[in-house]
């Protein structure tokens, strides 16, 4: 992973890719606590802050002209470093939030089409779309790495991923349900919103289901599901044995998960692989 | 003094006054697109509707263990496919989701036989089967699940996710949208031809599903978000007139998989249906057309189309739609419609 950075100080998707915000926070966020890493991280740090928008948020590259979700990624990664360009990021996540409703019919509809409380937003993947399970979940793990608890846009982002929830555990990418059938949980989903919920100390029984279907090994056992669920694992203290050796076992000769740089960083954020 | 006006006269000024009011009106109709961009969609619509009839070939396949390699084979022909002699072949199918029992993606079989087709028939450069997932992030899951790892595997074809390829940003040339241009994955920008393998669906949001709905899989998630719903807010059908217009791909071609088609609530939860038929052509309006035909549809009343066909973007009417293959009468089933709310 450490070999595969790019010269401008990023990391791709895959290597020798073009570089992203996402996989080169995700990076930061992995391997920033080992000293011997030190060089690597102050490089991808120094690119991250280079793409900083005036407005204070991140596009997903220096190409991307336009702020949008993975600002979460950026604030995350530079929380304990650059408190000042964290904060700037964080009051654009503050200022963004996904489509909300208010019109009471269209509210009406929205709940029988995707039994969703429509008047309760989180953030988008983009200013201008609806709020999705995935950049919300990331924007409240940002928010709290940037020490911003109690704001109101927090405290909504909380209640859009409770509303959220499957009835049955977990979370698909938004709504629960569509038109005529429940939309299955998927392992990232709720991993990350399970994570989110639990920074801000918040238990209950939708967070109880969720943990009991993600414990469940009723999924692909893909590298990326697994270091989704390891991630959530490592931080409410399960074991991870069968997590560690499935992933070992799916590691490629060159060390990577899938070949993917950001699936790689999540893995070694979880078990340290 | 009264002069008079001549009734010749009356009938000019007439006349002049009607052009001036319609025009107005035309004017004050387009403004949110802009006169311009109106005029030019409504002419090249015109235009097209004087251009030779797309060929649509359909060939009748029972089940996924037929030998499809002589369907595809023969239904290129039968459509005249392009010329692919030593080209970049990206294949696309529909991998949206996988959903036990509801065949919401495009049969591996199928794609397994157009790769064959590609490879030993066609003798192409280089077959890459790429898909950006819409729901789920990870590509590898949907791979095993729905049997395209083996397949691709057997096959020694690479995948591309294109929701995390590098980028290239595209000019958007129809102005269907508020977007001027688009980010899209280099893979799809540098091949030299595009093959759409869709599945034959019904849609809830579209009413239907097939060459042209599939295209959505080809803007990158990791901008546009999953679903790509940033897209969706756009208009979908305008958007996706949009990304028809504006391919890259100087050669395309779309091969729909209505083997087991889905209807009902697509494009997940549909029922399946013994549709038994594939269908294939250049120009994706006409196989579209032909599709929602085979479903038992009418492509006039169906929005996604209808709008494409107008401003030019290919055929819909029949007499422009030269059927070769197997007949539609003997192939058409009726599908049950999306629901609609």
Redesign the interface.
Known sequence: MLRAQNADGGWGYKRGGMSYVEPTAAVILACSQDAQNAAVVQKARAFIKTLQRADGGWGIASMDAESGWMTAWAVWALADNDMAAAQRGAEWLLATAGLRVTDATQVAGVKKVLRIDATITGWPWQPGDAAWIFPSALALLALHAAQIRQHPRVQEGLQYLLDRAIPEGGWNIGNPFMVTGNLPPTVESTALALLALRAFDIENEITQRAARWLAQENFTPTAHEWTWRALYGQKVGAPLERARGALQTLQRADGSLDGNVFTTALGVMALDL | MTRKISRRAALRLGLGAGILAGGAIVYRETQAVGFDKWARWALRGQATRFSAASRVALAAADSYDAELVTAVDALWRAAEGPDLQNARVVVKPNLVDY?PGRPCFTAPQVTEALIRFLRDTARVKKIIVAEGMT????P??IL??TGYREMLERQRVEFVDLN????V?IPLRGGYTKMDSL?MARTVTEADALISVPKLKTH?WTQISASIKNLFGIVPG??????K??LH?QGINAFLAELLDSLPTPRRFALVDGIVGLQ??GP??GAPVASGVLLGGQDFLAVDATAARLMGMEPQALEILTFMAWAGLGHLDENKIALRGAALSELRRIFEPA?Q?
Do not use: E, Q, S, V
């Open positions: 959903i729901f789920r992030r990870d590898h899951a095993i699940d995390y390829d590098d980028l940003k980010f809830h990791i901008k546009y978000g999953f679903p719903n940033t807010m009902g609530d997940l939860f629901p709310f």
